[in-house]
Every structure is written in structure tokens, then in C-alpha cells.
Antibody, heavy 116, light 109 residues
């Protein structure tokens, strides 16, 4: 059974940093693109970043470029999102998802709240 | 990286068919056959319903179908059932990242 379990969310002040993690199991992690998708409270979905199977290509939505970094450790079956210079508008539920274009599996999400 | 345009709401009675549109540009929807649709019930995780415009993942009822014409993709739900009431989001490959629509709330009357 495919499982994606996110962790690392929490309350952080504007300008602060957080590192999200996603533990994957039930599939061969190293053979899939992986992505982070966020959903602000009561709002729609936004694809934040995605990373190629071997980590050699990474893509970001314009609003997080230069602030967020996606990475992965295939030996640990883990996906990460380092978030720096956080803003109030980054407040959202962050989902770890499998796939680059169509996202066929989603974690339950980890909530990031940016507030003073 | 502009969001795709979806109607905010749609509705239909049980047994009827409803179609939800998703309009983009030649840089996303019109440029690639990589449109996906997701269903999200309140408080739940999104579920992939359609990928590559017309394909259904295993387990998705054939009442759900997808199509595309030019820069507009569509999701049709036939034989509406009460459990189809949910938010639906389209997405499209846009050259590097994926862009989502704003979502459509489907109400089963």
C-alpha cells in the first residue's frame, strides 16, 4: 500500500524557516517524480514544487522561487521542502504527492501557519 | 503561471449529467494532453479522477469522463449520485510545473 506521511509543519513567525518532510513507503520511491502541493484555508490547490526521480531537475511556482528548496533522499525514501523567508501568504496545508503531472497519491498534509 | 479558469459552482439532480469546464491557454491546456481532474470532499485529501485528458485510474467509476477542445478541458459526470457532491479541480502541465484551476463546487440537488 502506497503511503505518504508528512511532518514538520507548525506555527512560525514571518521571515522564519521550516523544513517539511515526507516519508514514502509501498512503492519504489526512486522511480517517481515527487511534488509538494499546498492549499490555503478555504482555497484551491497550488503546485509548489516538483523534483525529478534522481533529484537532477527541480521546478517551483514563481511565488516561492528563491525561498523554497525541494530535495529528496532516495536511500531514505524521503522528500523534503525547506521553506525560508516565510510570509503570511504561505499559510496552508502542504501535501506531499507522487508524480509530476498527474498526482496519483497524496499524503494527509501538514499545516504551516505563518503568523506573529 | 496563471491559474486555470473553472466555474465556481455547478449542480445537477441525481441521475443527470453535469459538465465542468476548465479554460487555460495554448501554454498549458491547449499545448499538452496532460490535463488531470481531482475530486475533494470536505476535509479530505484530493483524489485523482482523470489524467492525460481522458484516462481513468483504476477504481474510478466510468461515470466520470474527460475531454478537451482547444484551450478548454471538460469533466463530465454522468448519472449523478449523492456522493459526487464535492469540489473538483482541474490541472494542466505548463512546461515545467503544473497549474491548477480555482475549483468548482458540484452540488447534487
Amino acid at each position: 500500500e502506497v503511503q505518504l506521511v508528512e511532518s514538520g509543519g507548525g506555527l512560525v513567525q514571518p521571515g522564519g524557516s521550516l523544513r517539511l518532510s515526507c516519508a514514502a513507503s509501498g512503492f519504489t520511491f526512486s522511480t517517481y517524480w515527487m511534488s509538494w502541493v499546498r492549499q490555503a484555508p478555504g482555497k484551491g490547490l497550488e503546485s509548489v514544487a516538483n523534483i525529478k526521480k534522481d533529484g537532477s531537475e527541480k521546478y517551483y511556482v514563481d511565488s516561492v522561487k528563491g525561498r523554497f528548496t525541494i530535495s529528496r533522499d532516495n536511500a531514505k525514501n524521503s522528500l523534503y521542502l525547506q521553506m525560508n523567508s516565510l510570509r503570511a501568504e504561505d499559510t496552508a496545508l502542504y501535501y506531499c504527492t507522487r508524480g509530476r503531472i498527474s498526482r496519483d497519491y497524496w499524503g494527509q498534509g501538514t499545516l504551516v501557519t505563518v503568523s506573529s | 503561471q496563471s491559474a486555470l479558469t473553472q466555474p465556481p459552482s455547478a449542480s445537477g439532480s441525481p441521475g443527470q449529467s453535469v459538465t465542468i469546464s476548465c479554460t487555460g491557454t495554448s501554454s498549458d491546456v491547449g499545448g499538452y494532453n496532460y490535463v488531470s481532474w481531482y475530486q475533494q470532499h470536505p476535509g479530505k485529501v484530493p483524489k485523482l479522477m482523470i489524467y492525460e485528458v481522458t484516462k481513468r485510474p483504476s477504481g474510478v467509476p466510468d461515470r466520470f469522463s474527460g475531454s478537451k477542445s482547444g484551450n478548454t478541458a471538460s469533466l463530465t459526470v454522468s448519472g449523478l449520485q449523492a456522493e459526487d457532491e464535492a469540489d473538483y479541480y482541474c490541472s494542466s502541465y505548463a512546461g515545467s510545473n503544473v497549474v491548477f484551476g480555482g475549483g468548482t463546487k458540484l452540488t447534487v440537488l
